[in-house]
């Protein structure tokens, strides 16, 4: 496991601008759309917008990071290693785990440069350090069900130019359907409970709550845990499922 995350590690800095793009776009998001709507949602009680809007940048820039993960298969694929892998002595969970692990490093990678970046807005986090723990636990989460997602889809299909479409597709509706850039409160019918029922509204709700709340209320936590604790389970199971069909191929 430990060698496969280290080959994607070294790919990924060989080719340091898949961070620079996936880390741009959520900046620009963090900057220059907050200047545009902050004063506006001053309006409707929301002093700190950057602060508002950094839990869904910081799913935002998972997601990106994620799917750019997905793309390592392609590669390998294309220069053969993929299938030498596939007939080493290797166990199928520590392949899988091994590619996961790098697009959860490099998430947690940017997530750490979208922070500090947020820290010249006077963006804190006032549930202290227990909070910044349990933010560190919902990234992870949040990084290995949508990793171990992206790496099932990118061996369910044929090349990147179809993967990368339909990576496009998913990850802007996702963020958009979410409580990322407003308050979901404010919503009412058809688009709320559209809303509630986005995974990552939840896991945005829980980030926000610890950013703000002095007070950590473990039962609006808890519940987004479990939540993502049996995603993880299932996006871990789909990718073995989906490597193992690969090996019969």
Request: aromatic residues 12%; hydrophobic residues 60%; proline residues 4%.
């Amino acid at each position: 496991m430990l060698n496969i995350l280290w080959r994607n590690i070294k790919w990924r800095f060989q080719n340091p601008v898949s961070i620079a793009i996936t880390i741009l776009q959520p900046l620009i998001w963090l900057v220059l759309y907050s200047a545009v709507a902050g004063q506006a949602m001053k309006n409707m009680g929301i002093g700190n917008y950057v602060a508002f809007i950094l839990p869904g940048i910081i799913v935002l820039v998972t997601l990106a990071a994620c799917c750019s993960g997905g793309m390592i298969n392609f590669i390998m694929k294309s220069n053969g290693s993929f299938y030498r892998i596939l007939i080493a002595p290797v166990s199928r969970s520590s392949i899988v785990l091994g590619q996961m692990l790098e697009a959860i490093l490099v998430s947690f990678l940017e997530v750490a440069i979208l922070c500090a970046v947020s820290l010249f807005f006077s963006v804190t986090v006032a549930s202290g350090i227990a909070g910044v723990v349990l933010m560190i636990l919902l990234i992870f989460m949040t990084a290995f069900f949508v990793s171990g997602l992206t790496y099932s889809i990118s061996l369910f299909l044929p090349n990147e130019i179809i993967y990368e479409t339909i990576m496009n597709a998913i990850i802007l509706p996702v963020f958009f359907l979410s409580s990322a850039l407003f308050p979901f409160e404010s919503l009412s019918g058809g688009l709320k409970i559209a809303l509630m029922l986005n995974p990552f509204t939840h896991i945005i709700n829980a980030l926000r709550r610890l950013i703000f709340g002095e007070t950590i209320l473990f039962w609006d936590v808890l519940p987004v845990i479990a939540l993502f604790a049996v995603m993880c389970c299932g996006s871990f199971a789909l990718a073995m499922w989906r490597l193992k069909k690969e090996i019969t191929h």
